[in-house]
């Protein structure tokens, strides 16, 4: 990289400006390409995880690597700071009518609400602020993230052969989210089935879970964490663009929580017996996993090299869970011959399989 553009790069980063180098180019050929079968229907999961590996060991490492992570993304121009999670339907009756066609994505937080909020001594309270400049994605924001995720290494991908009806269910799903505008509020304690709005990886999940097929894995992209009430800030002023919902686990009391607790300590997760509550994440980063390992299982039976899933040395428990999860389910339906292949977006592999026959499983 030339020392100028470099040091663009750099200052950017450090000023919070998203300059982006351009990226290795990647195959920019449509996801909808994978539509080859004109009798059927097609639901497809993309997910891309975060620009750097954030560490949920604890409180402070959580804000050190999400810092870390905000600074990589804008450095190297990957897809997402975060983590992301994007799906697309196309839906055909049998004798080849096309009824339903999209792709879409929750995103929001587009105004450094995050960061304005730790600074302003909101601590883990941020966790359950609900950002209201949430918006989905366009057909063309799909394709953009998945070509710069390709050219990236930091993509996966799955896609599914599904009843039309289920296909229709997800197609229904996202116009009544829609109307509703519920995507305006984004966020951890509004729940995307009850069209309250939504995370990214929450909203991929009610979509799927809308259509009615038994996708094993899909229980295991949550995390669950015990948040100590004496890590949570709050004041009189919410920060802009935000609100509080009434569900959200923000403490009544006002009390400000330095940053600094968190970057230059070692807080931990409520011990128990605590004050505390729960903290229920739908994280990207295990959404990216299971793709992975899903397309592991059918490489190893072809005798095809294997994909790297994670980007740790160890897995946490919640790894572990959607591993072993992941896994079984791809042996089961191995086992029961169900037919399934690996296939290219944007030169990027990911694996489909057929759950129109779904009674088998």
Known sequence: MPRASFCAKILGAVLGLNIVLPLASANAASFQQVYRDKGSSYILLFAYPSSSYINWSNPSDLARTSLQTTLSKNLMGHPSSIGHAQFAWHCRRPDGSLMANGATGQSGQD?????????????????????????LESVAEVQD?????????????????????????????????????????????????NNEGGGCTSFANAAVSRTGLDIPIA????????????????????????????????????????????LFGNLGWANPGEPAFTFRYYDPELFYESFRHMENVERQKEGLALKNPTRTSDYDIFQSQLKTT???????????????????????????????EQDLL
């Open 111 to 135: 105004n450094g609400q995050g960061l304005k909020a730790l600074l302003a001594g909101w601590g883990m309270s941020i966790l359950e602020l609900v950002y209201t400049d949430g918006h």
């Open 145 to 193: 993230r998945i070509n710069k995720g390709a050219a990236s290494n930091q993509f996966s991908w799955s896609g599914f052969k599904v009843p039309y009806e289920s296909c229709m269910a997800m197609a229904e799903y996202v116009e009544s989210y829609t109307q509703a505008e519920a995507y305006k509020n984004y966020g951890f304690p509004v729940d995307p089935l």
């Open 219 to 262: 229980k295991n992209w949550v995390r669950e964490y015990q948040v100590a009430e004496s890590h949570m800030g709050r004041s009189d002023d919410t920060p802009a663009v935000t609100t509080i919902v009434e569900k959200a686990g923000i403490p009544k009391r006002n009390k400000e929580v330095p940053l600094s607790d968190f």
């Open 326 to 356: 992941t896994e079984q389910w791809m042996q089961d339906m191995q086992n029961k011959k169900v037919p399934m292949q690996i296939d290219q977006i944007a030169g990027y592999s990911g694996l489909i399989v057929d759950l129109r």
